[in-house]
């Protein structure tokens, strides 16, 4: 079993910066794909950012796309999301994933950490 755990969360004011960690431990990882998503309160979860872990092709949802960077470090099974120009809209939970080999799905999650924006 595969294990993830964010990290990074915090409050910050508008406009400003945050990165968050996802590390993996647990047996061999190595995911086919590794993602962010997000959940605001009352509203559904959304993909944020993924990153294939082979080839390192990313992939990001308009809202963030020019203020989010997704990375990853396959040697420490570590994946990182920079988050800059931070508005309130953008306070939420955020989670790691991880798609396994095989797996239609992303199917490893996180816990979560918070990132509030004030304004």
């Known amino acids: 079993q595969v294990q993830l755990v964010e990290s990074g969360g915090g409050l910050v004011q508008a406009g400003g910066s945050l990165r968050l960690s996802c590390a993996a431990s647990?047996?061999?990882?190595?995911?086919?794909?590794m993602g962010w998503f997000r959940q605001a309160p009352g509203q559904e979860r959304e993909f944020v950012a993924s990153i294939r872990w082979s080839g390192g092709t990313t992939y990001y949802a308009d809202s963030v796309k020019g203020r989010f960077t997704i990375s990853r470090h396959r040697t420490q099974n570590a994946v990182y999301l920079q988050m800059n120009s931070l508005t309130p809209d953008d306070t939420a939970v955020y989670y790691c994933?991880?798609?396994?080999?095989?797996?239609?799905?992303?199917?490893?999650w996180g816990q979560g950490t918070q990132v509030t924006v004030s304004s």
């Open positions: 994933a991880g798609q396994a080999v095989g797996a239609a799905r992303y199917n490893n």
């Open positions: 647990g047996r061999t990882f190595t995911p086919v794909a």
